[in-house]
């Protein structure tokens, strides 16, 4: 159920929609898009209602209170048929979506791929940045500023992490909430620095616990500084030759700025192209922060490095490293 305003309610799905205004009859939605719409999800926006269903290719928009509406193309929508509904290509259907403005948000699908779109869907570009295919459920309270609770971090499935951005985006880095799990459906973001989630854990003695909320209003770090992650590379473009001739090795470094020694910082790496992360967890030296990894590639893959913080650091995420791998 969604209120829209004063006077307007939706009920949504599981196939379609009912709408009452003014505190009259529930009424079905007609029209080609709302009436097959398999929705179960909304977002309300200003004056625009985003609704979704969960493991489907169903988006919609709506900007006059839920009374007609249009489809929203999937990432890799083939086309549209007579009737408007969206064909998608196996796999791209919706986990999650987060939209910021009419014409802003982003959508995380069923293969844990992050998107993001600033024309209202008419395409959309793939966000690598958070370097993880283990997302869950978004939650954005302003076009920079957002969360992502994702099922397992570094390996680390037994405790409820989030990956935090504050630039839209461009980079995320881990926030460690405590063991357990997000709910489904668990995760909500008031402003940048306000959110809260619902997490089932298990007490010290091991009973399971549900529903544990936990709140903050500092955005979920901790009180402290940290210097930030950076990665780098010798080489930034191979040709497939010159690929060969190094066995197909690259070389990866950064430096996590002020650390201490001892910290672990995970680097994960992807085929541009797609398909599943791989990831390699390295311990950080003394010796200014600087750690190194080797990686076998055949094709562009984009690098991307995180750490979790500690008691008196926020964690840190790095920008994206494109290695380039060319024909010629």
């Known amino acids: 159920m969604a209120a829209i305003g004063e006077k307007t309610v939706l009920l949504l799905g599981p196939v379609g929609m009912s709408r009452a205004v003014g505190g009259g009859a529930f009424e079905p939605v007609t029209g080609p898009v709302a009436s097959h719409a398999p929705v179960n999800e909304y977002q309300l926006v200003a004056s625009t209602i985003f609704a979704y269903g969960t493991q489907t290719h169903a988006l919609i928009r709506s900007t006059d209170a839920g009374a007609r509406w249009s489809a929203i193309a999937m990432p890799l929508s083939r086309k549209k048929n007579k009737a408007k509904k ?3 290509n196996p796999g791209v259907s919706i986990r999650s979506i987060a939209f910021t403005s009419t014409t802003s948000g982003m959508l995380l699908d069923t293969q844990g791929r992050l998107w993001a779109t600033h024309n209202g869907g008419r395409s959309w570009s793939q966000v690598t940045s958070a370097a993880t295919e283990h997302g869950l459920e978004l939650a954005f309270a302003s076009p920079t500023e957002g969360f992502m609770s994702v099922s397992s971090y570094g390996g680390d499935s037994t405790d409820a992490y989030v990956l935090r951005t504050t630039d839209g985006g461009a980079v995320w880095h881990p926030e460690e909430i405590t063991s357990g799990s997000i709910a489904a459906g668990g995760l909500v973001a008031t402003s940048g620095q306000n959110a809260a989630a619902l997490i089932d854990g298990t007490s010290v003695t091991g009973e ?3 529903r544990l909320l936990f709140t903050t209003q500092t955005g979920g770090d901790v009180t402290g500084s940290a210097g930030p ?3 780098g590379t010798p080489i930034h473009t191979f040709t497939k030759k010159r690929l060969k001739k190094a066995k197909g090795t690259v070389r990866i470094t950064g430096v996590l700025r002020g650390a201490v020694g001892g910290e672990t910082v995970v680097v994960a790496r992807r085929n541009l192209s797609g398909g599943p ?3 390699q967890r390295v311990v950080v030296g003394a010796n ?3 750690f190194a990894t080797s990686w076998h590639i055949s094709q562009t893959s984009v690098f991307v490095a995180q750490w979790a913080g500690d ?9 994206v490293l494109t290695v380039a791998v060319k024909p010629k």
């Not at 008691?311 to 920008?319: D, F, I, L, T, V």
């Open 86 to 88: 969206i064909k998608a």
């Open 277 to 279: 992360w791989q990831e």
């Open 311 to 319: 008691s008196g650091r926020p964690g840190q995420g790095s920008s």
């Open 288 to 290: 200014g922060g600087s």
């Open 229 to 231: 992650l950076v990665l």
């Open 208 to 210: 399971v616990l549900h």
